[in-house]
């Protein structure tokens, strides 16, 4: 059996690279520094339309943790929706109670809303409190593959858990992703995992020099708060200036 070797790509020239490489396919999304989220409608519309190996998207409406609002659970649904219109390959989602149990209920609504698209469950798989009891779960509802690091923050690290749920493995996939390279892929080809997700990723320099100040603001980068706009705040400085 040939392992599947998923990229995710953050890009179109991502993208266009990985099936230049040789990939098997892609999973699209927006900002690798974060985990990853949703990406646009506009490049989700080019490399469908472009590009020839399978495409799996990412349906995670923000950065943070994986507990949504009503509001948000409804984008996500919409979201899998034109991915199911355009064509695409697989669906890459899930959803947490705060206390990092599966939310089976909302999980299951996703899986159903994705047919006849593979789905595929992501790295809030690595913050659950019973990885076993979940990927037996996670296995029954009928998802295809999860993506996990096996509870640490890289595959390597956590290969020992992910052997174990790769021998749980019937008809669900485990997918090691994080910290994958040359020098540990052999690792996972001898193991007998049916697939590899990596990014492969390097930076490429595009400006001559550095800007006049960063636009990055990591105090906006906490997993167990998100920044919402404020009625108060805003009130405040609306009053103020009218």
Not at 92 to 118: M, N, W, Y
């Amino acid at each position: 059996m040939n392992m599947i070797v998923e990229v995710c790509a953050n890009s179109f020239e991502s993208a266009l690279n990985a099936q230049k490489a040789g990939a098997d396919r892609i999973e699209l999304c927006f900002e690798l520094g974060v985990g990853g989220v949703t990406p646009s409608y506009g490049l989700l519309k080019k490399v469908t339309q472009e590009l020839e190996i399978p495409i799996n998207v990412l349906i995670r409406p923000r950065s943070g943790d994986f507990t949504y609002t009503d509001a948000e659970f409804d984008s996500m649904k919409q979201d899998i929706a034109l991915c199911v219109d355009l064509g695409c390959n697989g669906i890459v989602s899930g959803v947490l109670h705060k206390d990092f149990t599966l939310d089976v209920a909302r999980t299951q609504e996703l899986i159903s809303l994705s047919k006849p698209l593979e789905f595929t469950f992501h790295r809030a798989f690595d913050w659950v409190k019973d990885p076993i009891a979940t990927f037996k779960q996670l296995q029954e509802m009928g998802v295809d593959y999860i993506l996990t690091s096996g509870q640490q923050k890289s595959a390597p690290e956590g290969f020992s858990l992910l052997s174990k749920l790769n021998k749980l493995s019937v008809s669900c996939k485990i997918m090691p992703g994080g910290g994958v390279r040359t020098a540990n892929a052999k690792d996972f080809i001898l193991e007998g995992f049916p697939a590899l997700h990596m990014s492969g990723a390097k930076f490429k320099k595009t400006l001559d020099k550095a800007p006049p100040f960063s636009m990055n603001s990591p105090s906006f980068l906490k997993e167990d708060h998100i920044a919402i706009s404020d009625i108060e705040i805003i009130r405040e400085v609306v009053l103020h200036v009218k």
